[in-house]
């Protein structure tokens, strides 16, 4: 791979990048929800490229190959609970869309705060995934970074890398807001899902096929083909690692405020399917990335080792290589933006127009995009730091957003939850998670992952009872979504007249 | 049976999947152990998905 290749790589892909952003543009976005939900008018199969793109972060290809290296099929297994986690989006996806119809929400945060009657519910939730989020953003520019420099043999500097990552970050959420972002993520995520997959089989065809791959690893490496295998996944480290993923849905801001967006749930359910098709590809392609580096090197010093190997090797050609090379800073990029626009719009929306009351529509949106490079540069200082504690927090984000879901379940399905409950379950479950982190992450040998959701439920529950519910909110909330979830298409309501004459 | 009640098959699928492959398939060192069980699991689940969301096609937009 010679440096000039990559460059003119990275520079055809900024070109066809920055055109689709470009194109995705529908004159000026003068409001919260059209810059940062579309107007609630995107596609199913936009909807479905972006929510894969933005979720699967860098480290599907560089972090699940190396864990399937290290630790074996677990990581399959970790990855499919995840998987099935998302078909909360089947759940509570209408909910979260009729209400957001209804009311106007632009952040997930947003709503919570209406539905518990608590502005500071709001801004709890907001603070909140800003500590865990962006510090995850940083780790993930840091990688981009590490990947750019370890394959390029240093041609392409740590610091290149991760300023490069940023800049096309901030300008691809410039340009169009959330449209932009979206339609940047699909070719992205086009770009990834049909390069890994070539990989994948090339890579397996020079190994001797799936048959031979399978027999190299059950006669050299037969504890990878099952858990707890090599140890790396005994039962507890698999529950502390899959139940916060299992949640991530709506857990995470940026994609749960994606539920939100589709122009319809027709499209929801295009977005919803497109990306469990997707998942599932990119899932077994990744796995078995990582199952061919551990039959053809064996002996990697670290486990992070088997992407950049596997692409390097004299299965891949040099272009394949460079394309997947950019393809995974592209999807560190993707969720990067993704990240940075919620988060600005939680900060707007939610911190400062709560702190400032009566201020305009238009002034918060000033304030969102005043805020999408700050949080960019933040995340850039961290990621060049390289601080212990930001990888700590990152590795604490799964863990720690938990602190959400009892508030979000029962914002859907509990009227007796109250404000001060929701309140004290998100600052206490986060406050408790950094404490778990900070301090070895094992309480009665169980970890953070576990202990997360329990402490989250007991605060939520024990203090809404202790308090009183706001009964007209409540009231209100749950009346709008079954008001709106009752529409049912008129040729569908008059067949079924017809039906019943008949 | 409401078609969302089959939500509770995905919950069945997540509930099988810490529990066969580190039980009965914890000694199957070969490709249809716990790599199949888990790749026939991520199917199961999005067959479910197409099953379930079935009537979001007939909500009306309005």
Not at chain 1, 47 to 55: I, Q
Not at chain 1, 115 to 129: D, F, P, Q, T
Not at chain 1, 173 to 189: C, E, H, K, N, P
């Amino acid at each position: 791979m010679t440096e000039s290749l990559i460059w003119w790589s990275i520079a055809i892909y900024l070109l066809i990048a920055i055109g689709i952003a470009i194109m995705s543009r529908q004159g000026p976005s003068e409001s919260m929800s059209g810059y940062f939900l579309g107007n609630r008018q995107m596609n199913g199969f936009v909807s479905a490229l972006s929510y894969s793109a933005t979720t699967y972060s860098a480290f599907m290809m560089v972090g699940l190959a190396g864990l399937t290296y290290a630790g074996g099929v677990g990581a399959l297994g970790f990855e499919i609970i995840y998987f099935a986690g998302v078909s909360l989006v089947a759940v509570f996806g209408p909910k979260f869309w009729a209400v957001g119809k209804k009311f106007g929400y632009v952040t997930p945060s947003e709503m919570l705060g209406h539905r518990y009657n608590s502005k500071h519910v709001a801004m709890a939730v907001s603070i909140a995934s800003c500590i865990f989020l962006i510090p995850y953003s940083a780790v993930q520019l840091a990688g981009v970074g590490y990947l750019l420099q370890g394959i390029t043999d240093g041609a392409i500097t740590f610091t290149t890398g991760v300023v490069l990552a940023t800049v096309i970050a901030i300008f691809f959420s410039y340009i169009a807001g959330i449209r932009s972002v979206m339609w940047t993520d699909s070719l992205q995520a086009i770009m990834m899902i049909v390069a890994s997959t070539l990989v994948a089989f090339l890579v397996i065809q020079g190994l001797g096929g799936f048959g031979a791959l399978f027999d190299t690893l059950a006669t050299e490496h037969p504890q990878s083909l099952t858990v707890p295998g090599p140890g790396l996944f005994s039962f507890v480290t698999f529950l502390g690692l899959t139940i916060p993923w299992f949640f991530f849905s709506i857990s995470n801001p940026q994609v749960s405020q994606r539920l939100f967006m589709p122009s319809s749930l027709r499209s929801m359910r295009h977005m919803l399917i497109g990306f469990l098709v997707f998942g599932f590809i990119y899932t077994m392609v990744s796995v078995l990335w990582g199952f061919s580096a551990l039959a053809a090197f064996p002996s990697l010093a670290s486990a992070d080792l088997a992407t950049p190997t596997l692409l390097a090797s004299e299965f891949v050609p040099p272009v394949l290589g460079v394309i997947v090379m950019i393809g995974i800073m592209a999807a560190a990029v993707s969720t990067i933006d993704s990240i940075m626009l919620t988060l600005a719009s939680m900060v707007s929306r939610d911190v400062y127009a709560n702190v400032k009351p009566n201020v305009s529509e238009k002034r918060q949106l000033l304030v969102g995009k005043f805020v999408v490079p700050v949080i960019a540069l933040m995340a850039l200082a961290f990621a060049e730091l390289q601080l212990d504690l930001i990888a700590v927090l990152s590795v604490a984000a799964s863990s720690g957003l938990v602190a959400m879901v009892p508030a979000l379940i029962g914002a859907f399905y509990w009227k007796r939850g109250t404000g001060v409950g929701a309140l004290v379950s998100v600052v206490g479950t986060s406050a408790f998670v950094l404490l778990m982190y900070a301090t070895g992450n094992s309480l009665l040998g169980l970890p953070a992952g576990v202990w997360g959701i329990v402490v989250a439920s007991v605060l939520f529950v024990g203090v809404s009872l202790a308090t009183k519910p706001h009964q007209a909110t409540t009231d209100a909330f749950f009346a709008a979504i079954s008001e709106e979830l009752s529409k049912k298409r008129s040729t569908t309501t008059d067949q079924a007249t017809k039906e019943a004459a008949a | 049976m409401k078609r969302s009640k089959w939500i509770w098959l995905v919950w069945a699928v997540v509930l099988l999947s810490y529990l066969v492959p580190y039980t009965l398939l914890s000694g199957v060192a070969l490709w249809y152990g716990s790599f199949l069980f888990w790749m026939l699991a991520g199917l199961a689940i999005i067959a479910l998905n197409v099953f379930i969301t079935k009537d979001f096609e007939e909500h009306s937009n309005d």
